[in-house]
């Protein structure tokens, strides 16, 4: 199985368009939305990354000098020579929809559907996108920083039942 180095050097070589960071000693690629499907296939199968641990999302809005919206999270681990990795895709609108890797991962299905949920990213080919927290009415993405903090009145108009008042 190929070191961390080596497989971001190896992925940097055959995606020249990722780039890499690093934070507190952790490595972070950053993918194009156009190789997103590409990148996380040859991760698994030729870089051993087989535990999917999360997928979450930023929102940057406002944030600093950041030139994009939001900061589609995916954080990897290659358990047989224990290294994790961070992916991170820059997304702006009107453009959200993203590759689902539930086909590389049947773990990211839960996942994709929070960060569908909360962030309103859609996952292409996921195999049931709908809502997972917030009740099917429910039409914001209470996690961006656009959302109010006291919400816009939803609560109050959904049925008795979503309430759980039966």
């Known amino acids: 199985m190929p070191s961390l180095a080596d497989s971001v050097t190896a992925i940097q070589s055959r995606f020249p368009t990722v780039t890499t ?38 929102d940057y809005l406002k944030y600093r000098d950041a030139e994009d919206r939001f900061g589609l999270i995916y954080l990897l681990t290659n358990t047989a020579e224990n290294w994790r990795l961070t992916v991170r895709v820059p997304l702006n609108e009107p453009n959200l929809t993203v590759p689902s890797v539930e086909p590389l991962w049947a773990g990211a299905g839960w996942m994709e559907r929070e960060v569908y949920d909360m962030f309103g990213i859609i996952f292409e080919g996921h195999s049931d996108l709908r809502r997972i927290l917030m009740p ?14 006291q919400g816009r009145g939803e609560r109050h108009n959904f049925s008795t039942i979503t309430r759980g008042e039966a």
């Open 136 to 149: 099917d009415e429910f039409t914001a993405f209470p996690l961006r920083k656009d959302y109010p903090l």
């Open 21 to 58: 960071s690093t934070f507190r000693d952790q490595i972070r690629l950053v993918v194009p939305l156009e190789i997103l499907g590409g990148v996380m296939a040859e991760l698994k199968q030729a870089h051993g990354c087989d535990y999917l641990v999360d997928v979450t999302c930023v």
